[in-house]
């Protein structure tokens, strides 16, 4: 199963790469982005597409990370918490006993 799914991703890595060059080689025309305070040189199209991508992938990762820890905060204070309670009810168990 392990040799299947690593198969697989490494399938699927060789199409993005050849899609990823397929894509640069037809998109070679200089373009000069103008990012409102600043004029950028000219690169290929293919290049400020590819990078706009990856900069959009990790503004991605970094919006879901803030997220993922605070979910990780709150479970661990409700784990405390249950805990907590759990200590109070065995507690009050043995004091009726």
Known sequence: MRLIRSILVFLL??????????????????VPLN????????????TWVILAFFVGGLAGVAAS??????????????????????TKLARNQVISS
């Open 13 to 30: 890595l060789l199409l993005v790469l050849a899609f990823g060059l397929l894509f640069t080689i037809q998109n070679d025309v200089l």
């Open 35 to 46: 990012v409102l305070v600043a004029e950028l040189p000219a690169q290929r199209l293919s």
């Open 65 to 86: 990370s803030i997220v993922i820890l605070r979910l990780q905060a709150s479970r661990l204070r409700l784990r405390r918490l249950l805990n907590s309670e759990k």
